[in-house]
């Protein structure tokens, strides 16, 4: 089934430590997101990616990292600079960005994943 | 900061239709009204989108209204696995910047 995946579903992270969310893609879509949701409250978008090697900051970049070196994986590292990593982060993908068909935008989410602080 | 609004929350009861309102009063032309859903600690779901014209699908239909400033998702038979959070999003002109998501309404079915 296509579809996007994310790992784990529950993280626990030291302080000082540096933390890796996975988010794989086999839908073969070109853009790839990374929100993060605080209880209550609505999605707030870190980064994105429109082409592999490519990718952009959104609202709340600070204390974080990305890399996407392949079309389907779009990798989320949680520093040890982001100093209230507690929450639930999502994953996305769509076709593209929409700058052609805006229908292309449409979000397809994984199933998140909950990263807390020991 | 969200380009739309709704109500926090809302009430429903089971079997009946339930009309969710979104005001996007700043919508630009070449931009769509998307709506998804989420339900408690799941990534959310698409269920619709519209341009000008009122939409349906097997999920909900959608209502727009002429000066495209509001629509209304409307579930036609509430059950009670359609509690949830429910966030109405303008997008898709190009933007470089994803869907923008805000903190929706969060959509009680009472038996």
């Known amino acids: 089934d296509g579809g996007i995946t994310q790992s784990p579903k529950y993280l626990f992270r030291k302080e000082g430590q540096n933390v890796t969310l996975s988010c794989e893609q086999n839908?073969?879509?070109?853009?790839m997101y990374w929100y993060r949701q605080d209880p209550g409250q609505g999605l707030r978008l870190i980064y994105y990616s429109q082409i592999v090697n490519d990718f952009q900051k959104g609202d709340i970049a600070e204390g974080y990292s990305v890399s996407r070196e392949k079309k389907e994986s779009f990798p989320l590292t949680v520093t040890s600079a982001q100093k209230n990593p507690t929450a639930f982060y999502l994953c996305?993908?769509?076709?593209?960005?929409?700058?052609?068909?805006?229908?292309?935008?449409?979000?397809?989410f994984g199933s998140g994943t909950q990263l807390s602080v020991l | 900061d969200a380009k739309t609004t709704q109500p926090p929350s809302m009430d429903c009861a089971e079997g009946r239709a339930a009309n969710l309102p979104c005001n996007h009063s700043?919508?630009?032309?070449?931009?769509?009204v998307y709506w998804y859903r989420q339900i408690h600690s799941q990534g959310p779901q698409y269920i619709i989108h519209?341009?000008?014209n009122n939409e349906t699908n097997e999920m909900a239909s959608l209502i727009i209204t002429e000066d495209r400033k509001s629509s209304t998702l409307i579930l036609p038979h509430a059950t009670l696995r359609d509690t949830a959070v429910y966030y109405c999003i303008v997008g898709g002109g190009g933007g470089a910047d994803g869907l923008t998501f805000g903190k929706g309404t969060h959509l009680i079915i009472q038996p």
């Open positions: 700043t919508i630009s032309g070449n931009e769509y």
């Open positions: 839908l073969n879509h070109d853009a």
């Open positions: 996305a993908s769509s076709i593209d960005l929409g700058q052609m068909d805006p229908t292309n935008e449409k979000l397809f």
């Open positions: 519209g341009l000008k």
